[in-house]
């Protein structure tokens, strides 16, 4: 079968776009002399001698290192650095997000003790409900395992006053 100049155009043009990503591929000599190879530039600690190729249109210190406008640089330069090495502008916000966090903190637990009392109170208020009704002397009955009914006797109904006088003792504070 003979190739058609149809095919042989979309090889060519596949062809084309393959190279056309292999084009920006840097390789440099580290430091140590090992030969590195990216799609990203080396380091600005990498001399322009080091640099064995790089993507064409590029030049190796400008790419390498590409250095924003000078009137830009002082307009968003970061307060200087300290005598003691530590960036201010870095610690003063290390600070607020220490303080931040512990607010946080302070929140949560304040919201759990909230949510701890509430549950205090609406047990105390079930286990008064439940000894007003043991005190009045009707009769009682609950389900056993079973699933069936059983009514309680004078001995079942103490035990139950004396384990609901523990819950309000627990809860009613």
Known sequence: MKPTRL??????????????????????????????????????DVPARDILSQPAGTSSKAAAAAPAPVADATKAAPAAPAASGVDSALEKKRKQDAADKASQLAAAQAADKARVAAAKAENCSRARGHMAALESGQRMSRM???????????QARAAESARTRQMMDSNCQ
Do not use: V, Y
């Open 7 to 44: 095919t042989l155009l979309a090889l060519t043009l596949t062809l084309a776009a393959g190279l056309g990503h292999a084009q920006a591929i840097w390789k440099w000599k580290d430091k140590d002399g090992r030969i590195q190879i990216s799609d990203r530039a080396p380091p600005n």
């Open 144 to 154: 056993n395992a079973n699933g069936e009914r059983e009514f309680l006797d004078d």
